[in-house]
């Protein structure tokens, strides 16, 4: 597997934010990822190159002209660290830290790699958030050794399907999730639960097995979030076909939550499981 990578460009970076890790944490989001889901909260984040976004909400002059963004920007590497070492007391109050996010961060393995360096020498927990469509050896030989945490997405387990919805075919993924079972780092897998497509109760059941077989004790479900179609416009781009304006419902989340687990408590290979809440 090659991906064509540039030099890393970020869309964003949000401070203080309580997700995807523990504690307080640094969201670092880079722009590029070798997927196409048709559900992506992200959709500025497919290309690996500078875009121009739309934001009205922005314009005070009363006009329907709309300001206009650069998305997308290049820090060199000692930059980026400094920024993340900012909130560093933050981290070490609450064992937070920083997460590397995207798009899919592990294009860019050898950039990661002179960042996590420099963070890991004042000792900061670093998460990287993955679609698991990366050259596995790469990350092995140069980032592995600097991750405390890979929070893994399991999308689709039919392969046909993958392809169709994601773009990409799920055999690499599958394979990448296997050979980090088998190292010393923490994972966990996630679930995107998206109406129509992974809350099935087909897809659901093959993951719970999937999970079962391996003999997976933790995970947590990604629910839908609709804010990707308003981004699609702001890149003036047509919104995928068939998305869901509204997110489930609290209701709907919790019965294919129940679903998941009452099929992990009687699954083709025993193995018992808890969620992540």
């Not at 099935?200 to 997976?216: G, K, P, R, Y």
Request: aromatic share 12%; glycine share 6%.
């Amino acid at each position: 597997m090659r991906i064509r990578s540039s030099i890393p460009l970020i869309f964003d970076i949000a401070r203080g934010s309580f997700v995807d890790g523990p504690g307080i944490r640094t969201i670092v989001f880079f722009k590029g990822c070798p997927l196409r889901c048709v559900w992506c909260q992200n959709p500025e984040s497919h290309r690996l190159m500078p875009e121009i976004g739309y934001y009205p909400e922005y314009c005070n002059n009363g006009s329907d002209a709309s300001e206009k963004r650069v998305i997308g920007k290049y820090y060199p590497p000692d930059e980026l660290a400094e920024i993340i070492l900012r909130d560093r007391v933050f981290y070490e109050t609450s064992d937070g830290g920083v997460t590397f996010s995207g798009g899919e961060p592990l294009i860019f393995i050898d950039y990661l790699e002179e960042v996590s360096r420099i963070l890991k020498a004042k000792n900061i927990h670093i998460a990287v958030e993955t679609s698991g469509y990366f050259n596995f050896q790469t990350f092995e030989e140069k980032l592995l050794a600097f991750v405390d945490l890979i929070l893994y997405d399991i999308k689709i387990m039919d392969p046909d399907k993958h392809l169709k919805y994601t773009g990409k075919s799920n055999e690499l993924i599958i394979r990448n999730f296997e050979n980090l079972l088998n190292r010393t780092v923490e994972i966990l897998p996630r679930i995107p639960l998206i109406p129509g497509y992974t809350a099935t109760e087909e897809h659901l059941s093959q993951i719970a097995d999937f999970f079962s077989e391996h003999n997976i004790k933790t995970y947590r479900f990604l629910p839908y979030n609709p804010s990707g179609i308003n981004k699609w416009k702001i890149l003036g781009k047509a919104v995928p076909e068939n998305m869901p304006e509204n997110p489930m419902t609290l209701e709907e989340e919790r019965r294919w939550i129940k679903f998941f687990k009452n099929r992990m408590n009687h699954p083709v290979h025993k193995s018992r499981s808890k969620e992540v809440l």
